[in-house]
């Protein structure tokens, strides 16, 4: 398994502002996933963050909204910008580790835009 | 949106009672997983699947990966408060390349003390 973190754990943003979540791993992973997972909902994949090359995104999502950095192997961020009411969600990081398609995830960032 | 169906959606049980919830689905999948998620927290990997028929155990869960690769279902037994939360199931498909997981909607399990 894998130990991932996440930061912030909740925050309460303004609309039309923007906010960079955080996810480290401790140890290296080549996959690393970012979901959203709107209020009793349940987790809808955004996108794979690739290490030294750009996300791969889902349908629906797309970059200039939600645009992700992988500079690393242990460490990933998502962008979810100009932010509007409709983007109050649970955010999750997970890594594919252990066995074949294993998904671990952090303990999710809780937003609220108002 | 959502191609996995889950059932029950939620269940309200009495401590000691065996739980069963299952996933269908039209596709066929290579993996099964299964998740619980409590309130405040990311969802936790229970179980995982890898083979038709391959039938798997973690304490007092057990699950199973379907013989037509398209259902799994997961069972508790003898159910205790802290079994509470939302259960997810999860599967890569087939037809589809990567690590990319379909998730089921989720069952909501209350087990009243």
């Known amino acids: 398994s894998a130990v991932i973190s996440q930061k912030p754990s909740r925050d309460i943003c303004q609309r039309g502002t923007s906010l960079t979540i955080q996810c480290q791993v401790d140890?290296?992973?080549?996959?690393m996933f970012w979901y959203r997972q709107q209020p009793g909902q349940s987790l809808t994949l955004i996108a794979t963050?690739?290490?030294?090359?750009?996300?791969?995104?889902e349908s629906g999502f797309v970059i200039d909204k939600f645009p992700i950095s992988r500079p690393n192997l242990t460490f990933s961020t998502l962008t979810v910008s100009n932010m509007s009411p409709e983007d109050s969600s649970i955010y999750l990081c997970?890594?594919?580790?252990?066995?074949?398609?294993?998904?671990?995830f952090g303990p999710g960032t809780r937003l609220t835009v108002t | 949106g959502q191609q996995l169906n889950q059932s029950p959606q939620s269940m309200f049980i009495q401590e000691g009672e065996d739980v069963s919830m299952n996933c269908t689905s039209s596709s066929i999948f290579n993996t099964w997983l299964w998740y619980k998620q409590e309130p405040g927290e990311g969802p936790v990997l229970l179980i995982a699947?890898?083979?038709?028929?391959e039938l798997t155990s973690n304490g007092r869960l057990t699950a199973q990966f379907g013989i037509t690769r398209k259902d799994s279902f997961l069972n508790i037994s003898a159910s205790i408060p802290s079994d509470v939360g939302i259960y997810f199931c999860a599967g890569t498909k087939e037809e589809t390349s990567g690590s990319r997981l379909t998730f089921g909607e989720g069952t909501q399990l209350t087990v009243n003390p």
């Open positions: 699947l890898y083979k038709a028929g």
């Open positions: 140890s290296q992973v080549t996959m």
């Open positions: 997970s890594v594919r580790a252990g066995l074949a398609y294993e998904q671990y």
């Open positions: 963050a690739n290490q030294g090359s750009e996300a791969t995104y």
